[in-house]
């Protein structure tokens, strides 16, 4: 069974930064599509980024510029960089994990909480 266990989330100022990272375990992490999403407050859960191994990541237009997802597939970790935030960007932030290869399954962290402050 594949675990996502999230970690960095926070408290910033508006203009700040903060590095979200979310480990994997239990299968291949290489055949994984690693992605986050988020759930801003009134809004539904929205995708930010993704990033499967030797691809290029996608991004949603709003975080274009300030967000960098990263993985690293010895550590089976993925990174989502958040530069220059605003209060805008406050919101629940969870680690989302597809299998690309063979069966499919679907996979999320537990979320965690970004604020950022005016």
């Known amino acids: 069974q594949v675990q996502l266990v999230e970690s960095g989330g926070g408290l910033v100022q508006a203009g700040g930064s903060l590095r979200l990272s979310c480990t994997h375990s239990?299968?291949?992490?290489?055949?994984?599509?690693m992605a986050w999403y988020r759930q801003v407050p009134g809004k539904q859960r929205e995708f930010v980024a993704s990033?499967?191994?030797?691809?290029?990541?996608n991004y949603a237009n709003f975080v274009k510029g300030r967000f960098t997802i990263s993985r690293d597939d010895a550590k089976r970790t993925v990174h989502l960089d958040m530069d220059s935030l605003k209060p805008e960007d406050t919101g629940v932030y969870y680690c989302h994990a597809v299998r690309i290869v063979g069966l499919k399954g679907e996979y999320w962290g537990q979320g965690m909480q970004v604020t950022v402050s005016s």
């Open positions: 239990g299968d291949i992490f290489t055949e994984y599509r």
């Open positions: 990033v499967a191994s030797e691809i290029t990541p």
